[in-house]
Protein backbone atom coordinates (compact mmCIF):
# COMPACT_ATOMS: atom_id res chain seq x y z
CA UNK A 1 0.00 0.00 0.00
CA UNK A 2 1.58 3.62 -1.14
CA UNK A 3 2.12 6.02 1.92
CA UNK A 4 -0.50 8.77 1.69
CA UNK A 5 0.91 9.87 5.06
CA UNK A 6 -2.56 9.70 7.03
CA UNK A 7 -2.43 7.15 9.72
CA UNK A 8 -3.08 3.93 8.61
CA UNK A 9 -5.26 1.26 11.06
CA UNK A 10 -6.19 -2.79 10.11
CA UNK A 11 -9.46 -4.45 11.34
CA UNK A 12 -9.08 -7.90 11.44
CA UNK A 13 -10.63 -11.13 12.01
CA UNK A 14 -8.30 -13.59 12.85
CA UNK A 15 -8.17 -17.75 12.48
CA UNK A 16 -9.54 -17.89 15.96
CA UNK A 17 -12.12 -16.13 15.96
CA UNK A 18 -11.18 -12.73 17.76
CA UNK A 19 -11.32 -9.07 16.41
CA UNK A 20 -8.81 -6.90 16.49
CA UNK A 21 -7.39 -3.28 15.49
CA UNK A 22 -3.49 -2.32 14.89
CA UNK A 23 -1.41 0.27 13.63
CA UNK A 24 -1.27 3.80 13.65
CA UNK A 25 -3.85 4.11 17.09
CA UNK A 26 -3.81 7.44 18.65
CA UNK A 27 -5.68 8.76 21.48
CA UNK A 28 -8.51 10.03 18.79
CA UNK A 29 -8.39 6.56 16.96
CA UNK A 30 -8.52 4.71 20.60
CA UNK A 31 -11.77 6.67 21.64
CA UNK A 32 -13.67 5.74 18.33
CA UNK A 33 -12.23 2.13 18.62
CA UNK A 34 -13.60 1.77 22.10
CA UNK A 35 -16.92 3.88 21.90
CA UNK A 36 -17.44 1.30 18.93
CA UNK A 37 -16.89 -1.33 21.05
CA UNK A 38 -12.93 -2.17 21.43
CA UNK A 39 -11.22 -2.48 24.52
CA UNK A 40 -7.76 -2.15 25.32
CA UNK A 41 -5.28 -4.96 26.96
CA UNK A 42 -1.69 -4.48 27.72
CA UNK A 43 0.92 -6.91 26.55
CA UNK A 44 4.54 -7.37 26.78
CA UNK A 45 4.89 -5.54 23.26
CA UNK A 46 2.18 -2.82 23.71
CA UNK A 47 -1.30 -2.53 23.74
CA UNK A 48 -4.12 -5.15 22.60
CA UNK A 49 -6.90 -3.42 20.91
CA UNK A 50 -9.82 -6.16 19.79
CA UNK A 51 -13.92 -7.15 20.61
CA UNK A 52 -14.58 -9.08 23.39
CA UNK A 53 -14.50 -12.81 22.51
CA UNK A 54 -18.21 -13.74 23.42
CA UNK A 55 -20.23 -11.15 21.74
CA UNK A 56 -21.86 -12.48 18.39
CA UNK A 57 -20.33 -12.57 15.33
CA UNK A 58 -23.07 -10.36 13.73
CA UNK A 59 -22.30 -7.74 16.42
CA UNK A 60 -18.79 -7.90 15.83
CA UNK A 61 -19.17 -7.07 12.19
CA UNK A 62 -21.30 -4.18 12.85
CA UNK A 63 -18.95 -3.03 15.84
CA UNK A 64 -15.78 -3.12 13.46
CA UNK A 65 -17.85 -1.65 10.74
CA UNK A 66 -18.89 1.55 12.42
CA UNK A 67 -15.27 1.77 13.69
CA UNK A 68 -14.14 1.28 10.31
CA UNK A 69 -16.72 3.90 9.18
CA UNK A 70 -15.95 6.26 11.32
CA UNK A 71 -12.12 6.32 11.12
CA UNK A 72 -12.43 6.53 7.56
CA UNK A 73 -14.56 10.11 8.06
CA UNK A 74 -12.01 11.14 11.10
CA UNK A 75 -9.37 10.91 7.51
CA UNK A 76 -7.54 7.97 8.80
CA UNK A 77 -7.06 5.05 6.51
CA UNK A 78 -8.98 1.73 7.76
CA UNK A 79 -8.56 -1.79 5.85
CA UNK A 80 -11.34 -4.24 6.95
CA UNK A 81 -10.98 -7.83 6.77
CA UNK A 82 -14.07 -8.63 4.46
CA UNK A 83 -16.01 -11.01 6.66
CA UNK A 84 -16.15 -7.58 9.20
CA UNK A 85 -17.70 -5.78 6.42
CA UNK A 86 -21.47 -4.49 6.62
CA UNK A 87 -23.88 -3.12 4.29
CA UNK A 88 -23.34 0.75 4.65
CA UNK A 89 -26.85 1.11 6.56
CA UNK A 90 -25.52 -0.73 9.13
CA UNK A 91 -22.22 0.49 9.88
CA UNK A 92 -23.92 3.79 10.36
CA UNK A 93 -25.65 2.97 13.47
CA UNK A 94 -23.83 2.81 16.15
CA UNK A 95 -24.21 -0.44 17.93
CA UNK A 96 -25.54 0.39 21.52
CA UNK A 97 -23.34 -2.93 23.09
CA UNK A 98 -21.56 -5.31 21.32
CA UNK A 99 -22.24 -7.72 24.08
CA UNK A 100 -25.80 -7.05 23.85
CA UNK A 101 -28.63 -9.62 22.63
CA UNK A 102 -29.28 -9.64 18.99
CA UNK A 103 -33.34 -9.68 17.61
CA UNK A 104 -32.50 -13.34 17.22
CA UNK A 105 -31.33 -14.19 20.52
CA UNK A 106 -33.47 -11.89 22.58
CA UNK A 107 -36.14 -13.25 24.49
CA UNK A 108 -39.69 -11.29 24.59
CA UNK A 109 -39.58 -7.72 25.35
CA UNK A 110 -40.53 -6.45 28.89
CA UNK A 111 -44.03 -6.13 29.33
CA UNK A 112 -45.56 -8.26 26.69
CA UNK A 113 -48.05 -10.84 27.36
CA UNK A 114 -44.88 -13.69 27.56
CA UNK A 115 -43.08 -12.33 30.01
CA UNK A 116 -43.75 -11.53 33.84
CA UNK A 117 -41.89 -9.94 36.71
CA UNK A 118 -40.20 -13.66 37.71
CA UNK A 119 -39.12 -14.11 34.24
CA UNK A 120 -37.57 -11.08 33.26
CA UNK A 121 -33.24 -11.43 33.54
CA UNK A 122 -31.29 -9.91 35.71
CA UNK A 123 -29.47 -6.31 33.91
CA UNK A 124 -26.38 -7.75 32.36
CA UNK A 125 -23.22 -5.42 33.34
CA UNK A 126 -21.99 -2.23 32.14
CA UNK A 127 -20.21 -2.48 28.56
CA UNK A 128 -16.80 -1.24 29.94
CA UNK A 129 -16.89 -4.36 32.40
CA UNK A 130 -12.68 -5.26 32.57
CA UNK A 131 -12.09 -9.13 31.67
CA UNK A 132 -8.14 -9.93 32.59
CA UNK A 133 -5.69 -11.53 29.68
CA UNK A 134 -5.77 -14.43 28.77
CA UNK A 135 -2.43 -16.22 29.82
Known amino acids: M ?7 IKITRHEA ?6 GDIDAFA ?10 AYPILRGTWIRLLFDI ?3 SQNRAASYAAAMLRA ?6 ISPSLETPAADAGNRPQDPA ?3 AET ?3 AVGTPQTSAATVAPVPPAP ?3 TPPRR
Open 106 to 108: AGP
Open 74 to 79: AGYTVT
Open 128 to 130: GRQ
Open 30 to 39: YRVLERAGFE
Open 100 to 102: APT
Open 17 to 22: GQVDAE
Open 2 to 8: PDTGQPH
Open 56 to 58: PEQ
